[in-house]
């Protein structure tokens, strides 16, 4: 499920990270880049919102694959539209960005999202 990226990034751009690994498979991941490495083919990124296992005062540094980075959306106000049933969205959860379905709409600011990778129905705000 990763983001064909179609753009290249500099070092200093804010992007989105798909993960696969267990657990997280479907999740985007906010970072930053900070080197471009192996010919343009891999990222090495740091995490917004995780830190290194060893000491928590260090940002998570990984390598991913250009295919795994996207770019940020954009800064949108939602719309309270009557019926977003069926609708794909990225809803923020966990401090990651997790991809779904609405599946019911609770009342004008919140909504029931579809998770296929967990099999989870989560209530979600609008603004999230």
Not at 25 to 50: C, Q
Request: charged residues 25%.
């Amino acid at each position: 499920m990763a983001f064909q990226s179609k753009c290249t990034f500099q070092i200093g751009d804010a992007v989105e990270v798909c993960c696969n690994s267990e657990g997280f498979l479907g999740s985007y991941w906010e970072a930053t880049i900070v080197a471009n490495i192996y010919l343009g083919t891999n990222y090495l990124v740091e995490y917004k919102h995780f830190v290194e296992e060893h000491d928590e005062s260090t940002p998570l540094r990984e390598t991913v694959k250009v295919k795994e980075v996207r770019p940020l959306p954009p800064n949108i106000v939602p719309s309270r539209y009557s019926s977003l049933k069926g609708q794909r969205v990225d809803a923020f959860l966990n401090d990651v960005w997790w991809v779904g379905t609405i599946s019911r709409k609770i009342d004008s600011d919140h909504y029931v999202v579809f998770f296929e990778n967990t099999g989870e129905e989560i209530a979600c705000p609008l603004s999230k």
